[in-house]
C-alpha cells in the first residue's frame, strides 16, 4: 500500500500517496484511517500504520518525529512535484479545524 499516514495541524489524519505525490484522503478519524487500510492489508498491519502516523513515527526508521514532520515532509514533496501554490493550498485546507458532521 503506497499511502502514508500523517497527522494534520488540526489534529485529525490523512493518507499521502506516494504514486500521486499527494493527500487523497483528509480530515479523517484514526477509526476511519484505519478501516480504509484494513481493506488492503490485515488487522495488525492496518493498526500499526495509523499508530505510526499518528504518533508522527519516521517511516524508515520508527524513530519519533516532532508531531508533524510526516505532514512537512509530505509538503515539500507536493511542492516539487506540482508546485509551491498547491502545497499551500494543501496546507491552508488541512490546517483548518473541522466541525463534527
Known sequence: MPRRVV??????LALFSTIVDDFVWC???EREVFSECHREMGVLEALLKVRRGAQDLDPYTDEKGNGLSRWRECLSTIGAVHGQAIAREREVEMSRPVEAP
Open 7 to 12: 497527522r494534520q495541524p488540526n489534529g485529525l
Open 27 to 29: 480530515h479523517m478519524t
